[in-house]
């Protein structure tokens, strides 16, 4: 009896220990991205479209504030608050004395510089597509930033989500770096993919998610609840919004929707992002709206 | 004495209704909001090229915004008029929190209003340039002090 309970417990362990170690924290391969030169100038375009600042810059930051990304803002979700972390130059508050292989694992893969998982309201299931030329550039613009000393705050989750080795299954699951979005025109089209897909994270907030917090691929970009709690985050696809791609740019730039109104909450730091990106980004993205299917 | 007693029960019931109060000042606040919106509209449609640029038109629609944004809000904002309150309205509690905060946000709509009617009459591209700046002060009011839709 004794042995069998022994045995049974030895396989449970030697079960979780393989589980563990398929869903371990993945590094990138250093090949990827050791010949790149990078360019800090283009970074700065990236680090726009990304919106690091706009959940990394300390709550309140206002104009240049903006881009010392002492962290600090919170974000409620059903899972708990998320805080955001210090990711400024510092060398022991930030992220100063990083690697790139460090800064590619982290925004690609979710997976720390000591080798443990982020939680992903830090949106790597998108970065996960972005191109390593683009990783190195934003990792050279960083550097350049201000330094803050604030300490990073802790996140406040409950059980069982405060477990970070359970995240492994969620990135087996909800990490990959394919395109949602197939069979698009080259050009304007797959460049509004790059920026809705990867570096802007649109479908973060658009796309509705399931139980264990992983999008609802199939339901790409039609609305979702607001993770706060307030209202509803609307559908972009053409089965739900109407606008004309004309709208939709200026929208961008402006923050005007078609009726003259303006934006509010979160799309007003998209939005301050956007408008800082040339007139083909934004048009770029309005391309690949309006190329999605109906969605409704 | 029943009848007292009476009327205090029918004022007991008709406490809710006095939820519904100060609907007044909210059709003031969002009329004013309309005739912003309606005046951009005119303004965008030319920035957008939908419109041939009129320097007329152009004008006419930036003096209307800039008189709009000289009306004095903190009447049309009493306390107790925002959504916790009551329904029909967007308006967040956290107007009344931090309502210097809130009435320097209409200050800075009045400094842009007041900069695009000094340059609207300057072609299509200066309209564009003073709207995205207008925006600017919309979006930086709406972020704190308007919830979302539904």
Redesign the interface.
Known sequence: MLRKALAAGATLIVLAGVGLWVTQPRAVEPARYADLTPDATAGEAVFTAAGCASCHHAPKAEGADKLVLAGGQSFETEFGTFRAPNISPHPEAGIGAWTLEDFAGAVTRGTTPGGSHYYPAFPYAAYARMAPQDVADLWAYMQELPESAETSAPHDLGFPFSIRASLGGWKMLYLSDDWVVTDLAEGAETRGRYLVEALAHCGECHTPRNALGGLDLSAWLTGAP?PSG????PGITPGTLDWSA?DIA?YL????TP???????HM??V??NF?KLPASDREAVAAYLKALPDGS | MKTFVLAAAIAGLAMPAVAQDFDAQLKARQGQFRI???N??IL?DM????VDYSAEAAQDAADSIQAISMVNQPPLWPEGSGADSRDGTRAKAEIWGDFDDFTSKWAALGEQATALQASAGDGREAVGAG??EL??A???C??SY?????
Not at chain 1, 230 to 233: C, N, P
């Open positions: 607001n307030e209202g509803r985050i004309t200026y730039e402006t923050g005007f009726d003259y109104d303006s934006a509010g909450g007003v730091a939005i301050e408008a | 912003l919106a309606i951009l509209g965008g920035a957008k090229g939908e709207l995205r925006g600017g919309c979006k930086a709406h972020d308007r919830a979302s839709p539904n």
